[in-house]
T-cell receptor, first 111, second 117 residues
C-alpha cells in the first residue's frame, strides 16, 4: 500500500532563506510525482511534476528532485518570500490516476 | 497549465436538503475526474473517481447513495450531496486528469466550501 510522508509538518523561516521540503513514499513503482501549493481556503495549484524517468524539474525559484530508488523527493525553494507562505503537498498517483497525498508542510516566511 | 473550475465556491444549506457541486475542465477534455474532501488542517481524502459515461468508483467508507456523482460529458462532473447533515460540512475539491501528452498531470479546482446548518 502506497503511503506518502512529508516532513517537517510545519516550518517557519525568515525571508530570504533557502529551504528544503521533504517527501517520501513507500512504493517506488510510480510514474510521476507532483508538488502542489495550497493557500488557506483555496484549491491546489500544481507547482511541478516530475516524471519517473527524470531526476529534477525547475520552475523559477523552485526545484524538485526525485530519487525513485530511495522513495524520496525534495522541493527546494530559493530566496524565500512572504508570498511563498502556504501549505505544500506532494502526491504520487496510483494506477488509474488516484493521487495519494502527504499530510503537507505548512510554510511560513516571515518578513 | 490547464484550468478546472468549480461552482459554487461557497454554499450554505439546511439539514436534509441536497446540494449539487459542478466541476468543469475548461480547456481540455477529461475522461477521468476525482472528488476529494478536506477537513480543516488535514490533507485531501479521495472520495471517488468519476469516469465519463460510466459509474463512479467510490473509496471505501464513502456512501455512494449519499454522494451522487455524474460525469455526463468530457468536461463536466457533478457531485450531489443528498440529505445533507452538519457532519457533511467540509471543503470539496475536484481534479481532472489531463491525458494530452504523456505527463497525465492533474489539475485541481478552487474548491467548494459546504456548510450545512
Amino acid at each position: 500500500k502506497q503511503e506518502v510522508t512529508q516532513i517537517p509538518a510545519a516550518l517557519s523561516v525568515p525571508e530570504g532563506e533557502n529551504l528544503v521540503l521533504n517527501c517520501s513514499f513507500t512504493d517506488s513503482a510510480i510514474y510521476n510525482l507532483q508538488w502542489f501549493r495550497q493557500d488557506p481556503g483555496k484549491g491546489l495549484t500544481s507547482l511541478l511534476l516530475i516524471q519517473s524517468s527524470q531526476r529534477e524539474q525547475t520552475s523559477g525559484r523552485l526545484n524538485a528532485s526525485l530519487d525513485k530508488s530511495s522513495g524520496r523527493s525534495t522541493l527546494y525553494i530559493a530566496a524565500s518570500q512572504p508570498g511563498d507562505s502556504a501549505t505544500y503537498l506532494c502526491a504520487v498517483p496510483l494506477t488509474g490516476g488516484k493521487l495519494i497525498f502527504g499530510q503537507g508542510t505548512e510554510l511560513s516566511v516571515k518578513p | 497549465g490547464a484550468v478546472v473550475s468549480q461552482h459554487p465556491s461557497r454554499v450554505i444549506c439546511k439539514s436534509g436538503t441536497s446540494v449539487k457541486i459542478e466541476c468543469r475542465s475548461l480547456d481540455f477534455q477529461a475522461t477521468t475526474m476525482f472528488w476529494y474532501r478536506q477537513f480543516p488542517k488535514q490533507s485531501l481524502m479521495l472520495m471517488a473517481t468519476s469516469n465519463e459515461g460510466s459509474k463512479a468508483t467510490y473509496e471505501q467508507g464513502v456512501e455512494k447513495d449519499k454522494f451522487l456523482i455524474n460525469h455526463a460529458s468530457l468536461t463536466l462532473s457533478t457531485l450531489t450531496v443528498t440529505s445533507a447533515h452538519p457532519e457533511d460540512s467540509s471543503f470539496y475539491i475536484c481534479s481532472a486528469r489531463d491525458m494530452r501528452g504523456s505527463s497525465y498531470e492533474q489539475y485541481f479546482g478552487p474548491g467548494t466550501r459546504l456548510t450545512v446548518t
